[in-house]
């Protein structure tokens, strides 16, 4: 499977956007990750292949909200409240284990990553 994220842009600090991530075909848990300039990437937010459970980095808690479409095989992150620390590349990936295996916040555990969407949010 094939993932493309896209939605990214320039926005002022209390803005939002809504990131998408559209794959080819279905997939199962699905995570969306983030890259600032000069760190590494990071956990941000997962859901399960039937949006019966979340899970969030606790930096985005309460402002970011994953959700999904399996009948658009697209995995979504409206993201509220931005910061200028959440300037980043957002990417998403699929997670390449069994269904049983459950919802992973580890990088390690996916795979199919998107080529990313750039997100900088302005002071």
């Known amino acids: 499977v094939q993932l493309q994220a896209s939605g990214g842009g320039l926005v002022q600090a209390g803005g939002s956007l809504r990131l998408s991530c559209a794959a080819s075909g279905r997939t199962l848990s699905t995570g969306w990750f983030r890259q600032a300039p000069g760190k590494e990437r990071e956990f941000v937010a997962a859901?399960?292949?039937?949006?019966?459970?979340?899970v969030y980095a606790d930096s985005v808690k309460g402002r970011f909200t994953i959700s999904r479409d399996n009948a658009k095989n697209t995995v979504y992150l409206q993201m509220n409240s931005l910061k200028p620390e959440d300037t980043a590349v957002y990417y998403c990936?699929?997670?390449?284990?069994?269904?049983?295996?459950?919802?992973?916040?580890?990088?390690?555990?996916?795979?199919?990553w998107g080529q990313g969407t750039l997100v900088t949010v302005s002071s």
């Open positions: 990936a699929a997670d390449r284990r069994p269904l049983w295996a459950g919802i992973s916040i580890t990088e390690a555990d996916y795979g199919s």
């Open positions: 859901i399960s292949w039937n949006s019966g459970r979340t």
